[in-house]
């Protein structure tokens, strides 16, 4: 039984998909990343504010 396949799957074509995705993926994660490192650098200032 033979199915239709309707996409090249050629390596190129995958690689790109690869990488269409894990751009994605950091595009999404990228914001997150900035906002924790944002977070965390205003908590290390307010505790050295408060020591001195």
Partial sequence: MEFAVCYDHSGTELAWSI????????VILAPLAAARLIEISRAD????LQIA
Avoid: D, R
Avoid at 19 to 26: G, K, Q, R
Avoid at 45 to 48: A, F, I
């Fill in 45 to 48: 200032s307010v505790e050295q």
């Fill in 19 to 26: 990488f269409l995705h894990i751009t994605a993926f950091l």
